[in-house]
């Protein structure tokens, strides 16, 4: 059963930085395009950023120059190290596959605030 889980949310002060971390079981991670996604409190998830297997990357404008997304398929690992964080990037933090989704993970918390 493929699962994701993700890590590396806190609290942080504005302008400050956190790196994510999504570890995926099973065999598809290699291949397949990943997502990170975020969800604020009363808002719908909407996509954060994007990789294909090859590294080429997507970002909302939101968040282009702030966030980078990046891979390491050897241990199936995603990440999103994001930097300049504001208080609106404040929301729980999750990963997909980006075509055939597989169930949610539990997230990973970030709050951005003094």
């Known amino acids: 059963q493929v699962q994701l889980v993700e890590s590396g949310g806190g609290l942080v002060q504005p302008g400050g930085s956190l790196r994510l971390s999504c570890a995926a079981s099973?065999?598809?991670?290699?291949?397949?395009?990943m997502d990170w996604y975020r969800q604020a409190p009363g808002k719908q998830r909407e996509l954060v950023a994007g990789?294909?297997?090859?590294?080429?990357?997507n970002y909302a404008d939101s968040v282009k120059g702030r966030f980078t997304i990046s891979r390491d398929n050897a241990k199936s690992t995603l990440y999103l190290q994001m930097n300049s964080l504001k208080p609106e990037d404040t929301a729980v933090y999750y990963c997909?596959?980006?075509?055939?989704?597989?169930?949610w993970g539990q997230g990973t918390q970030v709050t951005v605030s003094s």
């Open positions: 997909n596959y980006r075509y055939l989704p597989v169930a």
């Open positions: 099973g065999s598809r991670f290699r291949g397949d395009v």
């Open positions: 990789i294909t297997s090859g590294g080429s990357t």
